[in-house]
């Protein structure tokens, strides 16, 4: 089975502060998207990523950056925590182009006080 | 611009009946592929369905099967024999299509959210 796991289950940060997401995948796949959900809003893309050091905005990218530096692992920064991103994180991998389903992990619920 | 729209916010049904979410898609693309995820309370998003859009056939796992009318750029998900496990937030979802050599994205729908009553 696909195993996608995010670094934290629960995060409170302050305002201002730098914030890091960890997700890991352990099968391989060459895609990694982070999404962030809101109620009523469904969820949305913020980055995604085909390839080891590859990136490309999605949906919502403003006010965060990501980081591929090994296959396995894709990080998203909140370079200046605000209120606004209190969310719901989710990450998920994908094998292939096009890609079938998306694998997700369990979500970080951050909240920026 | 393509579009997942979900109109039924939340939905009842009891336990072993069956039921139907709707969700109907906007694209101009002849080559999409149509999902369904469930989110129950602890988070995860589970895969349940996939329908190609060159697929004759309903797409069918266990007790999940696929209602797509292409004309109608419907896709509505069917849950046969509701169990109270099924309690959950549904997504509807669409893989877009892909330009120069990056993969597809999803773009989901807003999600209903199913009770199934005893």
């Known amino acids: 089975d696909v195993k996608v796991t995010q670094s934290s289950r629960y995060l409170v940060k302050r305002t201002g502060e730098k914030v890091f997401l960890e997700c890991v995948q352990d099968?391989?796949?060459?895609?990694m998207f982070w999404y962030r959900q809101d109620p009523g809003l469904g969820l949305r893309l913020i980055y995604f990523?085909?390839?080891?050091?590859?990136?490309e905005k999605g949906d919502i990218p403003e006010g965060y950056s990501v980081s591929r530096e090994k296959k396995e692992r894709f990080s998203l920064i909140l370079e200046s925590a605000s209120t606004n991103q209190t969310s719901m994180y989710l990450c998920?991998?994908?094998?292939?182009?096009?890609?079938?389903?998306?694998?997700f992990g369990p979500g970080t619920r951050l909240t920026v006080t | 611009a393509q579009k997942i729209t979900q109109t039924q916010p939340g939905m009842f049904v009891q336990e072993k009946e069956a039921v139907t979410l709707d969700c109907t898609y906007d694209?101009?693309?002849?080559?999409?592929?149509l999902f369904w995820y469930k989110q129950p309370s602890s988070g995860e998003m589970i895969f349940l369905i996939y329908?190609?859009?060159?697929?004759?056939q309903n797409a069918t796992e266990g007790r999940y099967s696929l209602n797509f009318q292409k004309a109608r750029k419907s896709a509505n998900l069917v849950i046969s024999a509701s169990q109270l496990g099924d309690s959950a937030m549904y997504f509807c979802?669409?893989?877009?299509?892909?330009?120069?050599?990056?993969?597809?994205?999803?773009?989901f729908g807003t999600g209903t959210l199913l009770a199934v009553q005893p």
């Open positions: 998920a991998s994908s094998l292939g182009r096009p890609a079938r389903e998306q694998y």
């Open positions: 099968m391989d796949h060459e895609n």
């Open positions: 990523s085909y390839d080891v050091k590859m990136k």
């Open positions: 694209t101009s693309d002849q080559s999409y592929g």
């Open positions: 329908q190609g859009s060159y697929d004759e």
């Open positions: 979802a669409m893989r877009e299509r892909a330009y120069g050599g990056a993969t597809n994205k999803l773009i």
